[in-house]
């Protein structure tokens, strides 16, 4: 109950901060959201979106689940693709990853954890593929970040795939996708793809699973 207080607490105090500079703060946001920015991440805790980005209220839609996963039987998710990239008429679509994913972890070990297992089945499969190479990096910190950064890569290129970014392409090559990681140790943000805006590029994504992703 203490922890519920604090929530409230800290609330009043946001709004008292907030509206003692700017008294129509609120009532401005109040009215039809108009976001630049549909945030696809992980359901961590310890990834906090507006913090990490710095953007104020009505600037990013945003959904999130374990691992930051694409799914195309996804039902929520592709809802809320359809409604940002339909009505919201966002600019991008943002894929977030971190390092420390508790969700990627999972799937690079064996253990069984129940129901999870099945959402993380893709997360395992680009395991699979890139067996080889993880295995002949350095060690498992090294192997870990880089099936982060294959994952975000492999959700860009699934995200690219979908119907309802198929159809907004061919009405205008809009909106752009991008694929980021954030790093929970040092809080930057790392860029995996940038402005995927068509078919040619999700070619050239498909190639670059293939290579090391630099920083």
């Not at 310890?46 to 959904?63: C, D, K």
């Not at 950064?149 to 991008?178: E, I, M, S």
Request: glycine share 8%; hydrophobic share 40%.
């Amino acid at each position: 109950m203490e922890n519920l207080k604090r929530l409230f607490d800290n609330n009043r105090k946001i709004v008292e901060e907030v509206t003692s500079a700017d008294p129509d703060f609120f009532k401005r946001r109040a009215g039809k959201q108009e976001p630049h920015f549909l945030f696809i991440g992980c359901a961590d805790s310890r990834v906090p979106i507006e913090t990490l980005t710095g953007v104020s209220p009505g600037e990013m839609f945003v959904h999130r689940n374990i691992a930051n996963q694409v799914v195309s039987a996804d039902l929520n998710l592709l809802s809320v693709l359809q409604y940002a990239i339909e009505v919201l008429d966002v600019k991008h679509v943002i894929v977030c990853g971190h390092y420390q994913c508790g969700g990627v972890k999972a799937a690079m070990g064996t253990e069984s954890y129940g129901l999870v297992d099945y959402w993380l089945a893709g997360v395992r499969d680009t395991v699979r593929r890139h067996a080889s190479e993880l295995e002949a990096s350095p060690g498992e910190d090294e192997r870990f970040k880089r099936v982060v950064d294959l994952n975000v890569l492999r959700q860009v290129y699934n995200l690219a795939r979908t119907p309802v970014v198929q159809n907004a392409w061919k009405r205008g090559r809009r909106p752009l996708l991008h694929g980021l990681v954030y790093d929970i140790h040092d809080g930057f943000l790392k860029s995996i793809a940038l402005e995927v805006d068509g078919p040619d590029k999700v070619r050239e994504l498909f190639e670059a699973r293939r290579r090391s992703i630099g920083d």
